[in-house]
T-cell receptor
Framework: DADVTQTPRNRITKTGKRIMLECSQT?????MYWYRQDPGLGLRLIYY???????NKGEISDGYSVSRQAQAKFSLSLESAIPNQTALYFC????????????FGPGTRLLVL | EDKVVQSPLSLVVHEGDTVTLNCSYE??????LLWYKQEKKAPTFLFML????IEKKSGRLSSILDKKELFSILNITATQTGDSAVYLC????????????FGKGTKLSVKP
């Protein structure tokens, strides 16, 4: 079984809709992250959470919100989706040490029409 | 501003060739450097480097870090078509509480 799972794997939505991307992990890590990947831009950090009560904005948090429901679950929401949020979204987890390896989920491919 | 720069951005080689991918960085509070391989799905962890001059090796892949000159290289020998992927370099920045700063990646294409 995968250590980091994301649902859905693919999603098509319309401009203005609210959608939620979910991430679950079985690695027992406290730290979780949401990234988006766009062609030619690499990975960019949206939000990160170091434990259930600690949530921080990343580079590109505008238009997104997150919820850390439990140690193992970290959800990303697009409150009102827009076409430039079309991207590949990755969830990741890591152990408590600074700079520790991040383990990625399989990604969610989102298309906003 | 912290940054991670990878070069080349893309590379086309033939099977059997050896390739070297480069990653240079400017990070306020360096903690670690990581290499990932990304095919059509999520990135796969390759190496994590924290100390200068110590080569990490796994099969045909190896990597080394130079903390004085602020760069790392990833070598792939005897390339195979299955090595075709985007290779990502990321630096762990202790100053930003452990987040990773990613480069844009090097797209490697290995032709038969």
């Amino acid at each position: 079984d995968a250590d980091v799972t994301q649902t859905p794997r693919n999603r098509i939505t319309k401009t203005g809709k609210r959608i939620m991307l979910e991430c679950s992990q079985t690695k027992g890590h406290d730290r979780m992250y949401w990234y988006r990947q766009d062609p030619g831009l690499g990975l960019r950090l949206i939000y990160y959470s170091f434990d259930v009560k600690d949530i921080n904005k990343g580079e590109i948090s505008d238009g997104y919100s997150v919820s850390r429901q439990a140690q193992a679950k970290f959800s990303l929401s697009l409150e009102s989706a827009i076409p430039n949020q079309t991207a590949l979204y990755f969830c990741a987890t890591s152990g408590p040490g600074i700079g520790e390896t991040q383990y990625f989920g399989p990604g969610t491919r989102l298309l906003v029409l | 501003e912290d940054k991670v720069v990878q070069s080349p951005l893309s590379l086309v080689v033939h099977e059997g060739d050896t390739v070297t991918l480069n990653c240079s960085y400017e990070v306020t509070n360096f903690r670690s450097l990581l290499w990932y391989k990304q095919e059509k799905k999520a990135p796969t962890f390759l190496f994590m480097l924290t100390s200068s001059g110590i080569e990490k090796k796994s099969g045909r892949l190896s990597s080394i870090l130079d903390k004085k000159e602020l760069f790392s290289i990833l070598n792939i020998t005897a390339t195979q078509t299955g090595d075709s992927a985007v290779y990502l370099c990321a630096v762990g920045d202790g100053g930003s509480q452990g987040n990773l700063i990613f480069g844009k990646g090097t797209k490697l294409s290995v032709k038969p």
